[in-house]
């Protein structure tokens, strides 16, 4: 059993977007100008877009700088003008996640991570990539994988396929983020891309920039491979580097665009300068098997052999046979409180809640069973009070497995403790940092006289150079700890 179905077992989420099959209609689609099937009306890809938007945000978190969420949407709204469906309630966000991706989801909104603008080096490359995910928007890509996957359930289609990223996740989250990882087709993919290369030209971006933005993507993961990762990218989109050409044959097929030459590197390089680089480790990171959370002040133990997933609202550990799940959450109730809450709920027979200490915290013990569709689940809840914080740890397996696993499960809460490492409390992220070159440099003698806290085969993708290679004229990106 994996851990996706635990807590499956265990909660009833409603579904993140009800779909009724209604009867199949044709309608031109308004970027192609083919005629397609469509199931799903305008107003019903608004509301899917303004259902998961929230979740997303969430689950995700907004990167904090306001100026930046400023300058993207600025931009992305001056592409989606510019595009067949300017009438819809077009969204940008710039999510504080360092993983280098951009998706759109139906209605109008897009999002790219900041992960992603830490490897552009121009505002017509950031104006490729808004382009692309609009055309998404624009083409319906998104809308028609839903009729199709409405088709599926009466055995008429291909249904929609998703990302194994998606299922890292536990149930809940995988209901809110589903539609999110919608893995588009070669065909969708080139298209939007064709279409990206409209909307940017239209504003007068240098194409050409987009074909960098692949070459780039490309670069990344080769490094994610190398170093055993899934490419971010990957997860949402095909391999960017089979695309290239394609964008090149477009460009010289299209007379006009050769009229677009607006670059704009200062622009963008000013915005990335003090940008976060990587996982955030105040948000918490692993080291030597204990898991640290510097801007809360804990740590726990990580059990030898499981895996860990950090999330803004949930820290979860599980073995790879995902036998059980420790959850960590926070908890809005005091510990006796959130006890008589959860003992409460339909389904769940609890045992005798205990008040305990935890390495000098209070906390409140609970023992308890879930009667599920699928049989039944055992486990322990413990709330543990902390810094003003309840801290909700929730301990689960099925009930034969329960006694085997147990014994770990409580030895991972039994870590929960206050942080005390000063090094640990005052560990900072890494951050962009933008030099002006008054002459081409190699990129060694860069680094010799800006050293980076990353290897330089990182520091030649960001700048999106060869390693061995030279910076141009003009702003070029370090990485160093933040002070």
Known sequence: MDTPRLLRRLRSP??????????????????????????????????MGQDADPQIV??????????????????????AARSERPELPWTFRVLDDPTVNAFALPGGFVYVTR??????????????????????????????????????????????????????????????????????????????????????????????????????????SQLAE???????????HPDPGNRVERIHQHIAANPTYGQATKVERVALMARLDGMTFGANPREGFVEEGVFHHPDLAFRMG?????????????????????????????????????????AAQEGVEAGAARSATINGLGAVVLPFQAQTQDGILAGEMTWILHGGNTYQLMSLSTESGWNSVAPTLRSAVGSFARETDPEILARQPLEVEVRTLSAPTSLAA???????????????????????GSLPAGPAKQVVRRR
């Open 14 to 47: 409603r579904l993140l977007i009800p779909l009724a099959l209604v009867v199949a209609a044709c309608a031109v689609n308004p970027a192609t100008g083919r005629r397609e099937l469509s199931l799903v009306s305008e107003g019903q890809e608004i509301a």
């Open 58 to 79: 969430a689950q995700m978190g907004l990167y904090p700088d306001s100026s930046v969420q400023r300058y993207v949407r600025q931009l992305g709204l001056a592409l």
């Open 115 to 220: 992960g992603i603008l830490t490897h552009l080096t121009s505002e017509a490359q950031l104006a490729g990539i808004l382009g692309h995910e609009i055309a998404h928007v624009t083409a319906r890509h998104s809308a028609s994988q839903m009729s199709r996957a409405q088709l599926a359930q009466i055995g008429l289609g291909v249904g929609m396929i998703l990302s194994d990223e998606v299922r890292r996740f536990g149930d809940v989250a995988q209901q809110a983020m589903g539609l999110l990882f919608l893995r588009f087709g070669r065909d969708d993919e080139l298209e939007a891309d064709e279409f990206g290369l409209r909307y940017m030209t239209r504003l007068g971006y240098d194409p050409g920039e987009m074909a960098a933005v692949m070459r780039m993507l490309d670069q990344n």
């Open 226 to 236: 190398g170093s055993g990762r899934v490419p971010e990218w990957l997860s949402t």
């Open 302 to 342: 990580v059990p030898a052999g499981w895996q860990i997933m950090n999330g803004k609202q949930a820290v979860q550990m599980a073995p790879e046979d995902g036998s059980a799940i420790l959850e960590l959450t926070l908890s809005p109730e005091a510990p006796q409180d959130a006890a008589r809450a959860f």
């Open 446 to 468: 860069f680094l010799r006289q800006n050293p980076s806290e990353v290897p330089e085969r990182i520091v030649a993708v960001i700048n999106q150079v060869e390693v061995g």
